[in-house]
Structures are given as C-alpha cells and as structure tokens.
C-alpha cells in the first residue's frame, strides 16, 4: 500500500470528483438490481484502481450500508465481493467515522454466519479500539465487546485469533482495561472459557498477551484470578493441559515485569521441582521438554549462570536429555543448549561442568555426521551457536575455550564438517557451512581454514550450493572472513582480495564466462 502511495501523485479535485461520481453511480446501480454479483464486480475493480491515498476523499460522504445489507445473502459469491469491497473503503475511513457511521453493521458482522465477514468486523474494531476518540463510543456500547469476547469461541482458529488480537489492543489504555475487568465482561469472559479446554487456553492467550503489555495490566488479569487459575493448571492431573500451561507461562515470562511475577509467586521452584519429579512420571515426555524451555528462555532473558546454579534440576536435566534416545528429548536438549551456549556466560556454565559437557558435546557431533536430518540440523545449528565469539569477546580464554571444543568434536573436525557440507541436503549445507562462519573470525579457526587443502576453493567457488540459502549462508561466511582483522594476515593478501572482490559482487554473483558455458551446454 505504501508503494502505492509514494508511487502516485495526488489525485486533483476534478480526478476525485469522477472517481466519487464513478462509486456513487455504482452504488445506485446495485441498489437497483435484483443479482447484483456484476455490479458488484465493477465497483471492487473501480475502487482497486483508486491509489489508497485518494480513496478517503472519493469515499467520504458516501453511504455504503447497501453493501452491508448485501452481505445478507446465501449466494458465497455475493458475500465475498462485499467482504472485498468492504476491506478497501473501510481501511480509508477513520476508525471515528467508522464506529459513528457503521457501529450497528460492524456488530452485526460479528455474528455473520460466514467467517470472512466475522474477520473484516473484528479488524475493524481492532482499528477502532486504537484510537482514544473512537475507543469511547465502543465503551459506551458493551455489546460490541460482549459479541467480540465470544468470537474467542468461534471454530475457526483464525476468527479466535482476530478477536484475541482487538481486545489486546483495547488492553493498552485505561479505559479499555477497566472495562475488560471491571463490568460485566469479566463474567463474560469467564462463561466463554467455560465452553471447551481449547477455548480456555485461548482465554490464557489473551489474558497472557495483555499481561505482557505493562506491569499495570498484568495487575488488573492478576486480580482477576485468570492468571491464579493458569498456574493452577501447572501441576493438574491432566498431562497435556500441563503442557500447554507450561507454553502460557513460558509466554508471560519473556517480560521483566512477568518473571518477576512469576518468581514472586513461587513458580520457578515450583518448575524445578516438576523437573525433579518427572523421573518418576511415566507421562513425563508429554510436558518434561517445555519445562526446559521456559528455563532456557529463562537463562537468555535473565541470567544463565544464575539460572543454572538456583535451579541444577534444569541443566542437570538437558544434559541427561541430550544423550536421551527419544528424538524429541534431543532435539529440545539440541536448542536449549545452542541458547545457552550463545552467550558468554553461558559458555562458561557450560565449561564448567567438565567432563559432563564433553559427553554431550561428543553426542552432538555424531547426531551431526549420522543423526536424523532434522536432529543432524539442530546439532550443527547448535554447535554453531556455542562457537561463535563476537569480536569483542575474542580474549585468550575464551578462543582457548572455543578451539578446545572444536577438537573435541573429531579427530578431524575441519574434514567432518566439509563432508557434511558436500551433502546433498541444502539444510545440512547451510548448517556446515553456519559452523564455518562461526569459527571464520577467530584466528585459530582461519589457521585451520588456511592449513586445510583447497579449503580456500571451496569457500570461493560458487557453483558449490545453489540454492538461495546456500548462496546466502556462503556470502554469511565470506562476510565474516572479510569483516575479521586478522584475515589477511593469517590468510594471506591474495585470498583476502578475492575475498573482498567476492563480498562485493554480492551472493548471486555470475561471471559471464560461467554463463556462457552454461548456455553452450544447454
């Protein structure tokens, strides 16, 4: 839209006059007709061919409720050339114009048994709680809201998730959270979660989201007993509620003002010791992996070595997942660990933990040779992660500590790696190639790089990975040689400027005689 904005000059008086004209002509021609599908179509094409930034003045003083009306019909055909049509001349009204001229048809939308209808009403009213001027006309009519909070309960996920979406909005002023939680709309909100345990956990959504928003609105859902009820549902006898109470809490915790809730009322303990307790729980793999996730979010977002030392039942446990068989253990274990790993305290939590860390360090090599390609991915993904150094972290410690990790992958990492790379799976290529990039800005990494045969011609030959994600991820790697001031010293002046002139050219690069050769062998 914006293009098409910028794009197009202003439409001059007379232009705008014929374009209104032009809509006012069709809007009487379809109020005359008994199947107006064609009329219909002429209007969604002439209003298509209004530039955005024009269509509030051709539309404005028009009354479009004949198309609202049209909406009222059983023929699909009709309904979405309404939908369409609606969709372009709503988004140039104001949201004030909209809910002073529209409000009635907008609530009726919101009942309309086609989903498409249901959707258009809901963004609308999105758009419309936005804005402090609008949002009080909807204040003043609860019924909107009450008609919104059910659409939670609507089949279509992406209804349910349009209005989560508008009543999140609404969370973000005063006014708007006093309504949700100070009438009756909290009854109401409490009767909708009464209907199915999907249903519920959508509630959770909207009550998480818009505790996520402030320390303020997190208050108001806290008194409300919405978040007390999910954290109850932490340690219920339902394993999979569980679950998917454990993903909702994980949500809350990526705010400051959320963690400090959560620890406030005990939850982390209470976490550490559902980790501690799953030894003993046959079910435990249906909830054990977003434990470890909300305790790696955790290390990222606050503290790993922190994490790690308050609550051992959680690095404990990734560690024994790690060299778990079950695919679904590793790979959780893989993630968690590349999260930690990717940070310099964590490195050194990891580093502690001595022999510990070797064995799985080991066990991620050998999923990266022969795993499951999706496992195989994951290691080298993480295996990248725990090697990179960023250019100020580069002491003599930590490059100690990443060369030391690398050799324990192989006896010969730099070929086991290139051999992964040569597959012919692009996600196996892109994830060498990611362990490349990032050991290419340590000096011990390009030594390697430059003690390794023709390795320097891998890494400027194009024609290796032709996908655009190996030719992004090659680019990545020439990129980080290039950009490291220790490259043309310890790779010498020659593969530097080649370097230089491949970073250049840029990742799509081709010469002309490749081109030509290519064409002579078509």
């Known amino acids: 839209m914006k293009a098409e904005e910028e794009g197009e000059p202003p439409a001059s008086p007379k232009t705008l006059e014929v374009m209104a004209a032009t809509i006012e002509t069709l809007l009487e021609e379809i109020s005359g007709v008994e199947d107006p599908i064609e009329e219909l179509q002429c209007l969604k094409t002439a209003l298509l061919s209004i530039p955005v930034s024009a269509l509030r003045d051709a539309v404005s003083g028009q009354r479009f409720n004949v198309i609202f009306s049209l909406l009222n019909s059983n023929q699909r055909e009709q309904v979405e050339l309404c939908v369409a049509i609606l969709e372009r001349i709503l988004v140039a009204l104001s949201p004030v114009s909209l809910v002073q001229n529209y409000r009635v048809e907008l609530q009726g939308g919101l009942t309309h048994p086609n989903d498409t209808v249901k959707i258009l009403a809901l963004t609308q009213i999105g758009r419309i709680v936005e804005n402090p ?158 434990l470890v996730k909300f305790f790696g979010n955790l290390a990222i977002m606050d503290s ?19 060299l778990d068989p079950d695919p679904v253990m590793i790979g959780v274990a893989l993630d968690t660990l590349g999260l930690l790993g990717s940070t310099v305290e964590g490195k050194q939590v990891l580093q502690k933990t001595g022999e510990k860390f070797k064995a799985v360090l080991l066990r991620m090599s050998k999923l990266a040779s022969s795993g499951a390609t999706e496992l195989r991915v994951r290691s080298l ?92 991820a090659k680019f990545e790697l020439v990129g980080a ?23 250049r050219e840029g990742p799509y690069y081709v010469s002309a005689v490749a081109a030509v050769s290519t064409e002579g062998a078509e």
């Open 133 to 290: 001027d609008a949002l009080t006309e909807i204040l003043n009519n609860p019924d909107i809201l009450r008609a919104v909070i059910h659409c939670i309960r609507e089949e279509k996920i992406a209804v349910a998730k349009q209005a989560i979406q508008s009543l999140s909005k609404l969370s973000h002023s005063k006014p708007g959270l006093d309504k949700l939680f100070q009438s009756d709309l909290q009854k109401v909100m409490k009767d909708v979660m009464a209907t199915s345990d999907i249903v519920r956990y959508r509630i959770y959504e909207l009550v998480v989201e818009i505790s996520s928003v402030s320390p303020i609105s997190l208050g108001y859902c806290a008194n409300s007993s919405f978040i007390s009820q999910l954290l109850g549902e932490l340690t219920g006898d339902d394993v999979l509620t569980r679950a998917t109470a454990i993903e909702m809490v994980t949500s809350l915790a990526h705010s400051q003002h959320g963690r400090q809730y959560l620890a406030q009322q005990g939850i982390m303990d209470k976490i550490s010791n559902m980790i501690r307790g799953a030894e003993t729980d046959p079910f435990s793999s249906l909830y054990l992996p977003g």
């Open 381 to 472: 993904d993480a295996i990248s992660q725990i090697l990179t150094l960023q250019p100020e972290q580069q002491t003599e410690d930590l490059l100690a500590l990443t060369e030391s990790w690398f050799h324990l992958l192989s006896k010969h990492p730099m070929d086991m790696i290139c051999n992964i790379s040569t597959q012919p799976f692009p996600e196996l290529h892109c994830g060498a190639l990611g362990i490349f990039t990032a050991i290419a800005t340590q000096p011990w990494g390009q030594k390697l790089m430059i003690s390794t045969p023709s390795f320097m011609e891998f890494v400027l030959d194009r024609s290796t990975g032709q996908t655009k994600e190996a030719k992004d």
């Open 304 to 322: 790993p070595q922190q994490v790690c030392e308050t609550y051992p039942a959680f690095q404990n446990k990734v560690f024994e997942m790690a």
């Open 481 to 503: 040689l290039v950009c490291s001031s220790t490259t043309a010293e310890i790779l010498g002046s020659q593969h530097y400027i080649r370097l230089k002139t491949y970073l």
